[in-house]
């Protein structure tokens, strides 16, 4: 369990982890502990938003820090699934050549249009973010969405029979990583709505939606879901778990 912990820490983040060897039985559960690595970096953004609050930080400075957080945690590895699948989505090619453009190494400019836009839109969300409880509940999302993630990776059909996903997925213990999975995903969701009843439930249910739309989309278009495709998912749950929020929080207000 330990060396399996190791391993998703070594995979999915930058995060200093003793090294394991790489082989199967030593990454049997280490989706079950991917959600970890959400706990950290949701734990680096109240920590962030504390001290913002101390030292009277503005938004716009607080928003930049609260992007930054993720890429620094993780090293831009789910971003690069997004930057990828954005290439091969626009180009309206057919399932083998789109599987082709996501292994592609280099970036297109379809890619740096999303990446540019999804960075403005998530900056933009993060400066309305200015309380402890709601900076709380998107901090629960980053576990949220780790969890959902993984699940779609062991329950859903895999596109391919190789790639840096079935080493994973292979020869995870299907049923403890999937239990793991689902309590991580509902434990995050708990504190979301103990928290803020509204914005909790605004924004499980936003992070459930994508969730659908990734399993029909990823069917639909490449027959199966990828580790990019995996990563492409996280990326939108995180912003439309972000947008819930937010928004909620403000039609909320409006209606009192």
């Known amino acids: 369990m330990l060396r399996s912990l190791f391993s998703a820490f070594l995979m999915y983040s930058r995060i200093p982890v003793p090294k394991t060897e790489w082989k199967e039985e030593n990454r049997r559960y280490a989706l079950g502990f991917f959600p970890l690595v959400g706990t950290v970096t949701g734990g680096l953004l109240l920590l962030w938003r504390f001290v913002c609050d101390r030292l009277e930080i503005g938004q716009l400075l607080f928003a930049g820090g609260a992007v930054l957080i993720p890429i620094i945690v993780t090293g831009g590895i789910h971003l690069d699934g997004f930057c990828d699948v954005s290439d091969a989505r626009a180009a309206c090619a057919d399932r083998e050549r789109s599987l082709e453009i996501m292994k592609d190494p280099h970036i297109g400019s379809f890619a740096v249009i999303s990446l540019c836009v999804y960075l ?3 900056t933009a969300l993060f400066t309305q973010v ?3 409880k709601t900076a709380a509940v998107i901090a629960a999302g980053y576990v949220v ?3 959902l993630s993984a699940v779609s990776a062991v329950t859903f059909r895999s596109a391919k029979k190789d790639g840096s996903l079935q080493s994973f997925v292979r020869p995870a213990h299907r049923n403890i990583t999937l239990a793991m999975d689902i309590a991580s995903a509902a434990a995050g969701i ?8 509204v914005q909790g439930a605004a924004a499980a249910l936003a992070a459930l939606l994508v969730m659908a739309y990734h399993r029909y989309s990823s069917y639909r278009r490449f027959g199966g879901i990828t580790g990019d ?7 939108l749950c995180e912003i439309w778990i972000l947008a819930a929020a937010v928004f909620s929080e403000r039609i909320t207000e409006v209606m009192k």
């Open 120 to 122: 403005i839109i998530q």
């Open 130 to 132: 200015d309380s402890m």
């Open 145 to 147: 969405s780790r969890g």
């Open 190 to 197: 708990a504190v979301q709505t103990v928290l803020l009843p």
């Open 229 to 235: 495709l995996c990563g492409w998912f996280l990326q």
